[in-house]
T-cell receptor, first 114, second 111 residues
Framework: DAGVIQSPRHEVTEMGQEVTLRCKPISGHDYLFWYRQTMMRGLELLIY????????DSGMPEDRFSAKMPNASFSTLKIQPSEPRDSAVYFC????????????FGPGTRLTVL | GQQLNQSPQSMFIQEGEDVSMNCTSS?????WLWYKQDPGEGPVLLIALYKAGELTSNGRLTAQFGITRKDSFLNISASIPSDVGIYFC???????????FGTGTRLKVLA
């Protein structure tokens, strides 16, 4: 079975540019999570969705960050405009509400903002 | 954001040795997860725990859900070089699907 798919795996951009990260959750999962990982702050939850609806976005750093989930098989995390301090690895994870509560992570997108 | 206290932060061990690490919280959790992350990859789920006192194994790995529900432990027996990586705990409170992650334990195995 395919796991969580993220694209791109690596993104290098210049400060001020718009960045869009993409995620395809595991088929049938109804929860989707976006995390950010840095050396300083570890793994932080940014936002999560249930049945395509944002449930908790309290971890989104500021208005430059936005996330959407237009359907059950696709989500985006957008940063506009990007800043060097946004450089991190961004992970998407998915889970099943009726299941035991496990979350499964994608391979991540390593973002570098110059 | 909030993080769980995980210890040790890092450890070097000899191949064949057993490894123990733990995770503590100030809050009561109803689910504990343990993950391993290899360089350049996403965390991979190792073990899930759902009940206080529960002891669950996955090959050479054994994890326990602390009876106070505020801690969890992971043991690796007879370590091998491929056990190298960062191990994370994650806890979840009742009524939410939101997990809080530990700070990670970096394991290095000397052959």
């Amino acid at each position: 079975d395919a796991g969580v798919i993220q694209s791109p795996r690596h993104e290098v951009t210049e400060m001020g540019q718009e960045v869009t990260l993409r995620c395809k959750p595991i088929s049938g999962h109804d929860y989707l999570f976006w995390y950010r990982q840095t050396m300083m702050r570890g793994l932080e939850l940014l936002i999560y969705f249930n049945n395509n609806v944002p449930i908790d976005d309290s971890g989104m750093p500021e208005d430059r960050f936005s996330a959407k989930m237009p359907n059950a098989s696709f989500s985006t995390l957008k940063i506009q405009p990007s800043e060097p301090r946004d450089s991190a690895v961004y992970f998407c994870a998915s889970g099943l509400a009726g299941g035991p509560g496990e979350q499964f992570f994608g391979p991540g997108t390593r973002l570098t903002v110059l | 954001g909030q993080q769980l206290n995980q210890s040790p932060q890092s450890m070097f061990i000899q191949e064949g040795e057993d490894v123990s690490m733990n995770c503590t919280s100030s809050s009561i959790f109803n689910t504990w997860l343990w993950y391993k992350q290899d360089p350049g990859e996403g965390p991979v789920l190792l073990i899930a725990l759902y009940k206080a006192g529960e002891l669950t194994s996955n090959g050479r790995l054994t994890a326990q859900f602390g009876i106070t529900r505020k801690d969890s432990f992971l043991n690796i027996s007879a370590s091998i070089p491929s056990d190298v990586g960062i191990y994370f705990c994650a806890g979840r409170r009742t009524g939410t699907y939101k997990y809080i992650f530990g700070t990670g334990t970096r394991l290095k195995v000397l052959a």
